[in-house]
């Protein structure tokens, strides 16, 4: 009896006890992973692209971004943590945790008299500091996001590091999820997209173009950057937001831009030259939290379902 | 030179007993910079027992965290202190010395700027191309500061003269050129923007033994070429003209001391970004202590500049801690009414 001859319910059956020798095989295959003495030691390649050995699951961990922080908290690895940046400021139980001072330059002595078994640094302005503390025996692991994928994938990293990739796996899965609803909502809609335009500190104009995340986010909540055209964070002149008259401003606020909302929302209202922006008829102004944009971490998901929030508003 | 005997140097200056002074001063200040360093090494972010430094000290113990803190970080982060005090200082007065000015510093020459233009560029060039330049750094601001200073000597060479007032103007303006360049840099980039500042305000906090190997024989040998062109410093202190007949090739003069020193500052500039004011006062600091006298002047205005960065880092380090301020903002805000105030002193007294 050749394959040909087989009835449809006799191939069924092949493919079923296939799927299922292939399904105990892969639960075997977790078993193993998951037991503690093959985790490590585990060695990882770095955002910097360095290759970084952890012998031993890390017991002292310095965090010396926000970003690892917020990473750190949401794997429920606080108890590890010995040190933070004094930028470190969600959650609010962070403040409780040692600081090492400012993200740049580390202050090597405060974190070698913290003892830590690894560093967690965001790379960037830190990495002219980073061989000197590998040179003095620390585990440092670069963590560099400038895509929320990369974002994802940070955690991945630092869940490995830590030993505890499950749980890295599991947020992983819930911050796609997350992530798929909104592209699909957007996917599905078909509201024509609003113009956006960020903008803070309104003596000289910052705003993000394409390739950073917070234009990432826009698009993804379904919304059109004005400055989707230019890269990188640009300094722009307010003859062009006139000209590319956005149907909202979002003004992101927090440490980098601490000033009062009411006193910005009136700035921009009296804004010279910008009556005639629809965003400033409709008194479409929205307020958002910096952090939620700024950083590389778990919370730029909450970012994105607020803008999709702001973007979806009934007026 | 041949004029400029021991006996016609005492004839013409009237510095005698310049030895004694000399030996003294040597001895007072080598035991000076002892203490400031041990007091430096008391001070940092952790604070450990004196006790517990000297037995760190004693047994060269690098084994556990506080070991490494002093062997590793602070000590050599004093000796490259101590090092680029020497230098900028000394420096600063032979400068003073071969373009007559009492506002010449080691930067005056377009060193500083070049140097700087060369790392904003590695700096920016890192982000550019995503490789990883930070080790190469000090690279890149030795070509920006040999191409700033071979700019400088091009621009006031005036066939085979070297004219003191072209090489002041020369190097104002490379310096001005070169700065308009960093600025440019500096608003085209966004996220390089903190390295590159924090470079520009001086930075010890990356220093290594290594980094000391580097530029200690340099310093060194650089620092004893410029002492025994005293005699003929002391001379130019006279007036071009008069140097001029005592003997003195002033051109020459004035070449040697630029390259020595432009050398000196650019390989120190390169490590520890720059660290501005100390070269410029720390020689009138020293003049109004012993004199105009070169042979001991030098000495003592390098001695004086290391003590003196060793002083302001360990401030920079402790005030605010566990951050760190840039070691360019304490030396001004310290050595500024410092120095009026041993002027203020000088003008009642009413000294030479």
Sequence with gaps: MNYKNKTNKEKNKVIFTCFMFVFVLFIIANITGTAQDNLFPITLIDDSGFKIVINEKPERIISAAPSNTEIIYTLNLEDKLVGRSDFCNYPDETKDIESIGKMSPLNLEKIISLNPDLVLSYGGFQLKDIPRLRDLGINVLVIRSDTIQEMIQGIGLIAHACGIPEKGEELISQINERINWISFQVMASSRQKPKVFVGSNFDSIWSPGNGTLFHELITLAGGENILGNQQGWVSISPELVAEREPDIILVPTGIMNPEEISKIKKDIMSHPGWSNIPAIKNNQIFAVNEDLFYRAGPRLVDGLELLYEIFNRKK | ?352
């Design chain 2, 1 to 352: 030179m041949k004029y400029l005997t021991e006996k016609n140097n005492k004839y013409l200056y009237g510095y005698p007993n310049w030895k004694y002074k000399a030996f003294f001063v040597l001895v007072f200040g080598f035991i000076a910079i002892l203490i400031t360093g041990f007091i430096g090494l008391n001070f940092g972010t952790i604070s450990i027992q004196p006790q517990k430094i000297l037995s760190i000290l004693w047994h060269h113990n690098t084994s556990d965290s506080l070991g490494i803190i002093i062997w590793e970080l602070r000590i050599p982060r004093l000796i490259m202190a101590m090092l680029a005090g020497m230098t900028l200082a000394g420096v600063g007065g032979a400068f003073q010395g071969i373009l007559r000015n009492p506002l010449a510093d080691p930067y005056i020459l377009g060193v500083s700027a070049g140097a700087a233009l060369g790392a904003c560029t590695g700096i920016a060039l890192q982000y550019i191309t995503g490789t990883y330049l930070t080790n190469i750094l000090p690279i890149f601001a030795l070509i920006g500061s040999f191409i700033s200073m071979f700019l400088v000597y091009f621009f006031s060479k005036n066939k085979s003269h070297l004219p003191m007032t072209d090489l002041l103007l020369a190097g104002v303006a490379v310096n001005f050129f070169f700065s308009a360049l960093i600025t440019l840099l500096l608003a085209v980039s966004n996220r390089e923007l903190h390295s590159m500042i924090f470079w520009l305000m001086g930075d010890l906090s990356n220093s290594s033994w290594q980094k000391i190997s580097i530029i200690f024989l340099p310093v060194f040998a650089g620092s004893f070429l410029l002492i025994f062109s005293s005699l003929e410093l002391n001379a130019m202190a006279l007036g071009e003209e008069e140097a001029l007949h005592l003997g003195i090739q002033t051109e020459k003069l004035r070449l040697r001391i630029f390259v020595i020193g432009s050398v000196m500052i650019a390989i120190v500039v390169s490590f520890t970004g720059l660290i501005g004011f100390v070269g410029l006062v720390i020689p009138h600091i020293a003049r109004l202590i012993v004199g105009p006298d070169h042979r001991i002047m030098l000495p003592v205005s390098a001695l004086i500049g290391a003590i003196f960065l060793i002083l302001c880092d360990t401030i920079a380090r402790t005030v605010l801690a566990p951050t760190e301020i840039p070691i360019g903002a304490i030396t001004a805000i310290i050595g500024a009414p410092l120095f009026i105030h041993l002027l203020k002193r000088r003008n009642e007294n009413n000294e030479y």
